[in-house]
């Protein structure tokens, strides 16, 4: 996979002061000697390196600096996060980098408090690697079973990413019995993404269930539990969510599932989601019954644990935006026994209402602290944000 490189270039007039430097060597520990350069008032002074830049963090530490910043982005044509803060005209330079920039590439400022070094490197950090993050899935290969062909509905998506699709036809299963072709499903599902290096798999599991007469569900829950983004239907824009968040961070695959829509209500906060498989450690407890729509075995009935904080989000498939809302899972299975739909339930309460649907399967993560990363992976990629908002300029968050 092509590597991620983001440059770190830290602009001032004045000479920099202990905080400042301090930042700058935080910054550098972390992210290497080569990424972060050194402080500079002119182009002129900057080292480039020969690689392709991914993203470029200017750290306007003073006033008079923004040409300086608009001809490095000229130069580079990166995204760029302007990290500045209150003193020495530091914010002002940073607003002129707004005003004066001639390439259309993704530019966000964030203030930071210029005592608070130690939090604002830890954040910054973590904001690059939600940055990182974007960059991997969007260049990631995928795993395609059974088919041989791209897709209709996936065409704008693909235009507008660089994602591989690398086509499985023959697959390895043992349908003697239903444990044997879970089993056997795993397994070989596993070598794929091994062996081929894949990020993630989906594919047709009606077309599968049809043949074999039980359905993947529970094999599909286990791969999640075992951190690898698998998605059913064939969903390929539900499948680059889930590999977002591998991407963000492993364990975030087994918190999280793809989601039928049931219901929104009249406000379009309260949002009620289904589907008959989750990974098995995403919920309090789970057990096996017959798969909604065809009655063979098995699908995976996961009691997800009520009041958890969570995030629902879901990318469009023209990849122009993305819906983005933390919430907390307000009721599970166990309340909504009598709904006829697919058999892990839960109704969502939204902290920001639902008023673009731009499709039918979200994914929803039983982790809200993953927002902040999502968020700025969207940035990144120059997705709109529908829901929850993330400013132009922003208090550095926490």
């Not at 002074?45 to 982005?73: E, F, H, N, Y």
């Not at 904080?309 to 166990?334: A, H, P, Q, W």
């Amino acid at each position: 996979m092509t590597e991620f490189n983001c440059l770190v270039v830290p602009l001032s007039t004045r000479e920099v002061t202990d905080k400042d430097r301090e930042l700058i060597e935080r910054l550098r520990e972390s992210l290497g000697e080569k990424q972060v350069h050194d402080a500079v008032s002119r182009v002129s002074d900057i080292s480039l390196p020969d690689s392709r830049i991914d993203l470029l963090v200017l750290l306007v530490l003073s006033g008079g600096v923004s040409r300086t910043a608009v001809q490095l982005q000229l130069q580079l044509k990166a995204p760029t996060l302007i990290v500045c803060h209150g003193e020495d005209n530091s914010l002002p330079s940073a607003l002129g980098v707004l005003e004066r920039r001639l390439v259309e590439r993704p530019t966000l400022i964030l203030t930071y408090d210029r005592r608070q070094t130690e939090d604002t490197a830890r954040t910054l950090l973590r904001i690059i690697n939600a940055c990182r993050a974007a960059f991997k899935a969007l260049n990631a290969k995928i795993a395609v079973l059974f088919e041989d062909s791209i897709k209709a509905e996936w065409i704008s998506f693909l235009k507008r990413t660089d994602i591989r699709i690398d086509f499985v036809r023959e697959i390895i299963y043992d349908t003697s019995s239903y444990d044997n072709f879970i089993d056997s499903l795993v397994s070989s599902i596993e070598k794929i993404v091994t062996h081929r290096a894949a990020r993630g798999v989906t594919f047709d599991c009606f077309k599968l269930l049809r043949e074999v007469r039980m359905t993947p569900c529970l094999a599909v829950a286990k791969l999640l539990d075992r951190e690898i983004p698998v998605a059913c239907e064939c969903d390929l824009i539900s499948l680059f969510g889930q590999v977002l968040l591998k991407e963000i961070s492993s364990s975030l695959v087994r918190r999280s599932m793809i989601a039928n829509i049931v219901n929104v209500d009249d406000e379009g906060k309260v949002v009620t989601v289904a589907h008959c498989t989750a990974p098995l450690s995403m919920g309090t407890r789970w057990e096996l019954d017959k798969h909604f729509e065809t009655g063979y075995p098995s699908g995976v009935r996961s009691h997800l644990p009520v009041g958890t904080r969570c995030v629902l989000f879901r990318v469009s498939s023209k990849f122009d935006s993305m819906f983005l809302s933390r919430g907390t899972v307000i009721r599970n299975v166990s309340e909504l026994n009598d709904l006829r739909t697919c058999l892990t339930r839960a109704q969502i309460e939204l902290d920001f209402k639902m008023e673009h649907l731009l499709g039918n399967h979200h994914v929803l993560v039983l982790d809200e602290n993953v927002a902040l990363s999502l968020k700025f992976a969207a940035w990144y990629l120059g997705l709109k944000i529908h829901g929850e908002p993330l400013p132009q300029v922003m208090k550095m968050p926490t």
